[in-house]
């Protein structure tokens, strides 16, 4: 080792002696403080939660609420693909479900998934104090508060998300696996946690890499394929359509939520770029290349793949905000490294990258906190990291690998010269990549969204059929409501003495509207203009979008979204589906239907 290599190490070493503690007893304080009330709301809304306490605030236990619907109806043998826009979970998922929602009113269904929400968290602390190798007590207080102090955690709770309760069942069945006994108790327990998990497979299939060749053993997968096919058929037979019609049904849905919904993710990349239709290849292959990475590392360190994989897991669909809590993973495969780690530098660049990870993971995250476009510009500085972490995470393992591999104790000139050269090629694609995903990304938050803005409006619920009042816009974007919304459609009459106090609620849902008024068109341009609204309405599978007749606007049609409000003397389809998505979902309620 060089003197001055020797210096640098002793310097690292001398710091984090120094100020290592000093950090952690600042940071736990402030993690209790942000846990205790982050979490306390979060509770709140998940119980009582029916009424937001403000404009910005969504629904309490909104998704837990329709995952209750979707499961009653499913085995009374009502539809749910074709008449719910919201059903996007495979039919063995309401079987999975049913446990916990189909046997009581949603007032106690609310509870039971509070406490068993308390209970997979306990669970979880449990796993990752033991997993993190954290020794004093003030670490392990420190890893115990890790996954209570994040947004994502409370934002799943409040939600009623299922990430929560999947997570300690993910990490138990994968950390099993390491043991590789091969035995069929640990075998069938490993399915069975698996199989669980696949209520939400666009969270945990990626993961089943790891199960199908880190244990050199084909039968957890057998089994999990198994188990999943039996509870599939015995879904279906609740329902009178047929398995082929239930499965259009489904995989529409899906395709039009990841189309519609996520942040942050490859679906949003696509869709930014115009090239919605490669969604699905794209996930496939991102799929694909993850399972021939995990194949050529599985005798690598198990967390080291678990890192990588929820790293890739978060973005090869669409996801929430809730969902980021997968990023939970590469932060304790960060603080095992720094932990853990032989290599000083590998040391100290895992605990900066853990820091900067916790900086933009802390409650309650920017981007519901924070007004445009400063909350997308926090999402692509956590996209970078995310991004610098993987890169390390996967560097790591490939240096992991190749110590493991060697079999070679010196090379030819060429050989080496050569490897340099790929691997810098390599790295500068791969740099390449990252500035264009981030600049996507950061670019679809920071873009013109079209329109004007207009400022958000006090927007309590008030009585059906009351007046809303005056609205600072015309036609409204945001402001007193209706608890009840309309259903996503093209409106032929006006029907209602306030129509906008339903329609302002569907805009907090984060609906598209289309408010046209064929008084002062003729018959064949008003004709016209409806069959153009209609074209533009359909483009988008009629997904929270809405037309509405307004004999008072001053426009043959304004499109609104919340805060958003776009005239248009003339219908213009271009801009009409640029007004679509990039305000679809942009509301305080975006995972609402």
């Given amino acids: 080792m060089k003197r001055q290599d020797r210096i640098n190490t002793a310097m690292l070493r001398t710091w984090r002696a120094d100020y290592g503690v000093t950090l952690l007893r600042f940071a736990v304080p402030l993690m209790a403080v942000v846990a205790l009330v982050w979490l306390g709301y979060q509770f709140w809304r998940l119980v009582w939660g029916s009424v937001p306490i403000s404009s910005s605030s969504p629904v309490g236990a909104v998704d837990l609420i329709l995952r209750y619907d979707e499961v009653h109806r499913w085995f009374s043998g009502r539809p749910v693909y074709s008449e719910l826009v919201t059903a996007v979970y495979p039919p063995a998922s309401f079987v999975l479900l049913w446990p916990f929602l189909g046997w009581l009113a949603i007032s106690p269904a609310r509870w039971l998934w509070a406490i068993i929400s308390v209970a997979s968290l306990i669970w979880l602390i449990y796993l990752l104090i033991q997993e993190s190798g954290a020794e004093t007590p003030l670490e392990r207080a420190f890893v115990a508060l890790l996954p209570l102090a994040i947004y994502p955690t409370g934002a799943a709770i409040g939600n009623g998300q299922l990430i929560v309760l999947l997570l300690p069942l993910l990490v138990a069945a994968l950390v099993l696996l390491r043991r590789q006994r091969g035995g069929w108790r640990e075998d069938l327990l490993v399915a069975a946690l698996m ?10 299939v990626p993961f089943f890499w790891i199960v ?29 359509a047929s398995p082929i019609t239930l499965l259009r049904e489904w995989l529409g849905r899906v395709s039009g939520l990841a189309m519609n919904g996520g942040y942050a993710d490859l679906h949003s ?11 699905l290849p794209a996930s496939l292959l991102m799929l694909a290349v993850l399972g021939v990475w995990i194949y050529r590392h599985r005798q690598n360190d198990i967390w080291l793949l678990l890192g990588v994989t929820a790293l890739v897991a978060r973005s090869w669909t669409y996801h929430r905000w809730y969902d980021d809590l997968l990023i939970l993973l590469p932060m304790i495969a960060l603080f095992r490294v720094a932990k853990l780690a032989p290599v000083d530098w590998d040391r100290l660049v895992a605990g900066a990258l853990f820091a900067l990870t916790l900086l933009v993971m802390l409650a309650p995250g920017g981007l519901y906190l924070l007004p445009p476009p400063w909350n997308m510009l926090y ?14 995470l996967l560097n790591l393992t490939r240096r992991e690998r190749n110590a493991q591999m060697a079999q070679y104790t010196t090379f030819s000139w060429s050989r080496e010269m050569t490897r340099q050269i790929r691997n810098k090629l390599l790295a500068g694609g791969l740099g390449l990549a990252v500035l264009a995903v981030v600049g996507a990304m950061v670019w679809q938050g920071v873009r013109f969204r079209g329109g004007e803005t207009v400022s958000a409006m006090h ?52 609906y598209i509207i289309f408010w046209y008024n064929c008084t002062i068109l003729d018959d064949a341009d008003c004709t016209e203009l409806k069959t153009q609204i209609r074209s533009a309405m359909d483009e988008e599978n009629n997904f929270k979008v809405i037309a509405y007749p307004l004999d008072s606007i001053d426009a043959p049609v304004v499109m609104t979204s919340w805060e958003r409000l776009q005239k248009m003397e003339t219908f213009d389809t271009a801009q009409a589906r640029a007004f679509y998505n990039t305000n679809l979902n942009n509301a305080p309620e975006p995972g609402a239907p």
Avoid: M
């Fill in 195 to 204: 199989l669980i998990t696949l209520v939400k497979p666009s969270q945990t």
């Fill in 212 to 240: 199908l060749f880190v244990p050199r053993s084909w039968r957890p997968v057998a089994l999990v394929s198994l188990g999943y096919l039996v509870l599939t058929f015995f879904a279906l037979s609740f329902q009178d």
């Fill in 269 to 279: 990349l696509l869709r930014t770029l115009g090239l919605e239709n490669w969604s």
């Fill in 379 to 392: 999402v692509g500085g956590q996209i970078i990291v995310w991004i610098i972490g993987l890169i390390f």
């Fill in 459 to 510: 927007s309590p619920h008030i009585a059906t059929d009351s007046d809303p009042g005056q609205y600072n816009s015309y036609p409204p974007t945001s402001g007193p409501h209706y608890v009840e919304e309309l259903d996503a459609g093209f409106y032929e009459t006006n029907n209602y003495q306030y129509a906008a106090g339903y329609l302002v609620h569907n805009l907090e849902h984060g």
